[in-house]
């Protein structure tokens, strides 16, 4: 073969980004590609749908990977009875939608016991009304493939983790033994009881899901934009007081502050941060200047610093 | 905007690799810290674990940064790759940080599968390594077709220019033998930042550009376009009257009226409508995934490949490639696995290991299996014929994964390199007289009465004496033995699991034949692997295979030991022996299961009579 050694070398000088969404196509052209692998290659395939930004997201482009039919995969809900009230009011506007099927899950034992994370704790809470219960309704509709909207520049671990990540049958990961993936060429043979989970915005990130839900015009839940709402602060978060589960110790006192949320999960586990960002070209000339990223306002991660992974070992999403 | 412009130019995809400690995970942790990509909160949790490590020292060690997973940080190595992501004003950038420890090359392959580009580390103390040249080698294995050589650690040398130009011209040497297109070499010190966002000036002797400078500014030529190429991934049918094939073109365009051929086969139509979510456009373009419709009904499922009419993609079911190990149970030539391309599913086999390849001098070794990690150039089989183009014209359609059928695990990929031709000139004489004419002749249902089981189970003892029943009862009925066997066909077999392997498939396909001539054939074999027993099945039609469990415990076998093998085995003078040092796996579902211990043998043979005759006999 013919080598032309690059011993000298010349730059070509490379233009500012010019067709600066054209990286937006290309994630999309994958995702899409993953939805249809998922569809074509498992019996039971799900799509977890957590009600937020990233959901919207992965909703917006299951739609578009089966566009004109409907979605062959249905949608499904944890809910851990600790939602912001304006989540549970988005989740039903979406189910009222009629191209898709949309399932809640809540894990009745843990109701029953009063499961609280005001009382139990963000790890109890978060393992048996989450972790518990996605593996409840997993094993209660046989689903063989759960479809999430994580992505690889979220947290350390999740920067390893395949976009078809096997889980044994009792939703284990071990990221010993990951498959390797090559190209797009994705392993989806499973043995009766084992499963995957799929994550199609694995390459997208925090920046890519906002320009995209800009450029898309996709809903996506109002706690995502600055308002004054009430909310108190707890070891060194704000958090919304959003009903009257939420009691006050002493010494605390509820604000109206102006405040947005960047995730959003159980409310008394997500925290607030002071935001004046109305619409969404405000949120991302804010993050453009943001020197704090995404899980810090998320109270399940401060545990130890691998705490992630440890809860995805154990089947956590 | 499904359909708008998918080019990924200012997309760079690449990965860092190279030897243990020479700085990958340091290099890149730089790189994300110089481009501004860390936020407070993560510097913040850096600065907190570097000072965990390191008590005396307030440098940050950015190794910690992409070490994600508790055994990495625990043991100081990185297993996996970490992909991350960072940009500047001039390109987006996705970077896989590759392990460097030779047992997790698997992984490192898994990063190089997807990257553009490939940044080398060395040590500048140490110079080439032996995964410096395999990494390189991998690279290029895989398409990778530019490589940045930095050599590292510059501040640990003194930023001594001899050193690096002795290494520079070593690497280039080391490049052109291994068919690089571009290498460029430079010198840099990550832990201290030289040479990686801005120009050292510790090192005035080197007049190039900065690491980031490279990567920002270098341009990645796109694989040739090529002619149109579309996999079918998924049949969209809402209602009777839509019928579209969505699946993401992986080469060249194709516009609304255009002829296309769909192979397997060469059924021509027209594209009628270029659909997505967003409208229907008027051309597709490589990278884009669509959902295609067509003038005129034509059958097409998934794996199908929908193709320019004028240029039609090659086919065959044999080829020549080469296959990059990565199961911990080594590659056996004659195994099924199933081979994945594009969208298609297919068995194979490796017929042949025509060598293997050493990654430090290239050389071809003779090989008889592959283990994990070896490269290897090998003849593939496929049980039916596919659409392909060669790895290097295009990655879709030329490269593919092998799955185990068992474990279900990844155990190789592999590129095709080219067909075989041997398939299309041996034909197949088409025989007048067939399988159920000779059948009829004789009366009887032609079988294949598979016996498998431990050595001293009773699988000739129950033959021998189901042959006699049969051959009374006036079936024309035939018996292989395993041991018989091995003095004639497969005198030239031994006991390795290789062996074994050829072994199960001979007697198959003998078998195989005979129950073509209308016989019933009762085979006694060992036949340890699932996967050769499952072989021998996909031969004969749904009902002719009747797989026979005798089943007999280790102790009762030995016990009986009627050839004396246990003993031998035991005293070590015979090694691979069933049971003793080598494994047998149990049948998971097989037609008849036959208890033997406590049993009587008549009413074993019974139990066989009633099953293969039915009653009304």
């Known amino acids: 073969m013919a080598v032309a050694i690059w011993r000298n070398l010349k730059l070509p000088s490379m233009p500012l980004m010019s067709t600066k969404f054209a990286h937006l196509n290309a994630l999309e052209a994958e995702s899409i590609h993953i939805f249809r692998e998922v569809a074509a290659c498992f019996d039971r395939p799900v799509m977890l749908y957590s009600i937020g930004k990233d959901s919207s997201v992965l909703l917006h482009l299951l739609r578009k990977a089966f566009y004109p039919a409907r979605p062959p995969i249905p949608l499904l809900h944890v809910d851990t009875t600790w939602k912001f009230r304006e989540m549970i009011a988005f989740r039903d506007h979406v189910a009222a939608s009629n191209d898709v099927r949309l399932l809640v899950h809540i894990n009745e034992d843990g109701v029953r016991q009063g499961i609280s994370p005001l009382i139990h704790g963000a790890a109890v809470h978060t393992d048996i009304m989450k972790t518990a219960a996605l593996k409840q309704a997993l094993d209660k509709y046989g689903f063989d493939a759960a479809i999430g909207g994580a992505r690889r520049d979220e947290e350390k671990s999740r920067a390893k983790e395949r976009v078809f990540s096997f889980r044994n049958a009792q939703h284990h990961w071990d990221p010993k033994r990951q498959r390797p993936e090559f190209w797009s060429l994705y392993n989806t043979h499973i043995h009766k009881g084992e499963s995957v989970r799929v994550f199609p915005l694995s390459n997208w990130t925090e920046m890519d899901v906002w320009h995209y839900i800009r450029r898309e015009h996709i809903p996506v839940v109002p706690l995502y934009f600055a308002r004054e709402r009430p909310v108190v602060e707890r070891d060194g978060a704000l958090i919304m007081v959003d009903d009257e589960r939420f009691v006050l110790r002493e010494g605390e006192h509820i604000e109206k502050r102006m405040v947005r949320f960047r995730t959003l999960g159980c409310y008394p586990l997500t925290g607030a941060v002071i935001s004046t960002a109305e619409t969404l070209d405000a949120i991302i000339k804010e993050m453009t200047q943001s020197r704090t990223s995404e899980r810090q306002g998320r109270i399940i991660d401060h545990d130890p610093s691998a705490s992630m992974e440890r809860k995805k070992q154990e089947g956590y999403f | ?617």
């Not at chain 2, 419709?293 to 090659?314: N, Y």
């Not at chain 2, 190789?412 to 088409?430: E, I, K, P, S, T």
């Not at chain 2, 033997?596 to 006999?617: F, H």
Request: hydrophobic share 40%; aromatic share 6%; glycine share 8%.
């Open chain 2, 1 to 617: 905007m499904a359909g708008g412009d998918t080019s990924t130019h200012n997309l760079l995809r690449f990965i860092t690799c190279g030897s243990v400690d020479d700085g990958k995970s340091t290099l890149l942790g730089r790189l994300l810290y110089d481009s501004g990509m860390l936020s407070d909160d993560q510097v913040e949790i850096l600065r907190q674990d570097s000072r965990r490590r390191y008590p005396d020292s307030d440098t940050l060690d950015f190794s910690l940064l992409t070490d994600g997973l508790d055994a990495e940080r625990q043991q100081g190595i990185t297993i996996d790759v970490a992909y991350r992501y960072f940009h500047n004003a001039r390109r987006h950038f996705m970077v896989a940080d590759c392990p460097g420890h030779e047992q997790y090359t698997r992984n490192m392959a898994t990063g190089a599968s997807h990257a553009d580009l490939a940044v080398v580390l060395v040590d500048a103390r140490k110079g080439l390594l032996q995964q410096t040249r395999r990494h390189t080698y991998i690279c290029l294995l895989l398409g990778i077709r530019k490589i940045i050589l930095a050599v590292n650690k510059m501040d640990l040398v003194d930023y001594r220019s001899d050193v690096y130009e002795e290494i520079k011209n070593e690497y280039l040497a080391l490049a052109e033998q291994l068919g690089g297109d571009t290498a460029y070499v430079l010198p840099i010190a990550a832990l201290t930042g030289d040479n990686i966002s801005s120009r050292s000036q510790r090192m005035p002797w080197y007049k190039g550009p900065a690491l980031l400078e490279v990567l920002e500014s270098i341009s990645i030529e796109p694989q040739q376009p090529g002619n149109f190429r579309m996999p079918v991934q998924w049949v969209n049918r809402p209602d009777q009257h839509f019928r579209g094939y969505a699946g993401t073109v992986c080469g060249g365009h194709v516009k609304v009226g255009e002829a296309v051929v769909i192979q397997p086969g060469m059924h021509k139509a027209k594209v009628e409508r270029i659909v997505t979510a967003d409208g229907d456009i008027s051309e597709a373009r490589t990278g884009q995934a669509v959902t295609l419709t067509l003038d005129r009904e034509v059958d097409i499922s998934r794996g199908d490949l929908i193709v320019d009419a004028a240029h039609p993609a090659l086919e065959a079911d044999q080829f020549a490639g080469h296959v990059l190990w990565l199961g911990d149970e080594p590659l056996l030539p004659s195994r099924g696995y199933w081979l994945k391309i594009g969208a298609r599913t297919v068995s194979a086999r490796i017929t042949s290991i025509k060598h293997k390849i050493d990654v430090n001098t290239q050389a071809k070794l003779a090989a008889h299996r592959l283990e994990l990690n070896e490269v290897g150039s090998c003849n593939i089989d496929l049980d039916h014929p596919i659409a392909f183009e060669p790895y290097a014209v295009n990655h879709v359609l030329g490269g593919f994964i092998l799955i185990d059928r068992q474990s279900h695990a990844t155990v190789a990929c592999g590129m095709l390199d080219f067909a075989l031709r041997r398939a299309a000139n041996v034909h197949w004489q088409h025989l007048d007289v067939d399988k159920q004419a000779r059948a009829r002749g004789k009366g009887q249902p032609p079988r294949c009465v598979w016996l498998t089981g431990l050595s001293g189970a009773g699988k000739s003892t129950i033959a021998n004496q189901l042959e006699r029943r049969l051959c009374a009862l006036g079936y024309h009925t035939y018996l292989l033995d395993g041991d018989n066997l091995r003095h004639g066909l497969n005198r030239d077999l031994g006991f390795t699991p290789e062996a074994r392997v050829e072994n199960v498939r001979r007697v198959a396909e003998v078998a195989h034949l005979m129950v073509d001539a209308g016989l019933i054939v009762l085979v006694c074999v060992i036949s340890p692997f699932r996967n050769e027993r499952e072989f021998a099945r996909g031969l004969f039609a749904h009902d002719e295979f009747v797989e026979v469990f005798v089943d007999t415990s280790l102790e009762e076998c030995e016990r009986r030991d009627p050839k004396g093998l246990y003993r031998k085995a035991r005293e070590g003078q015979i090694s691979n022996f069933t049971g003793i040092d080598s494994p047998y796996e149990t049948p998971a579902a097989p037609e008849l299961h036959l208890h033997t211990e406590g049993a009587k043998l008549e009413a074993l043979v019974e139990q066989l009579v009633t099953y293969l005759i039915p009653a009304s006999r």
